[in-house]
């Protein structure tokens, strides 16, 4: 699955990881009423959405050199 995925979508996917943790940790900074497994669950799917991105675009760039 990961080698059909463009590396224009996996540096979407790193923003959108990027963006989502951020926003977590700028919610739960101001909003103290957070549940703790909303905070679990974004920070969990943000390092997914950047684990994913990161290896899209490393497999990318490899291929590029070959």
Known sequence: ???KLSRR???Q???LGSVLICT???ADRF???LQDD???TTAIISAVLLT???R???????ENQN
């Open 13 to 15: 996917l790193e923003a």
């Open 1 to 3: 699955m990961l080698s």
């Open 52 to 54: 994913i991105g990161i």
């Open 31 to 33: 909003l103290f009423t």
């Open 24 to 26: 977590v940790m700028l």
């Open 38 to 40: 909303f905070v679990l």
């Open 56 to 62: 899209v675009v490393k497999r990318h760039d490899e």
């Open 9 to 11: 979508r996996g540096l």
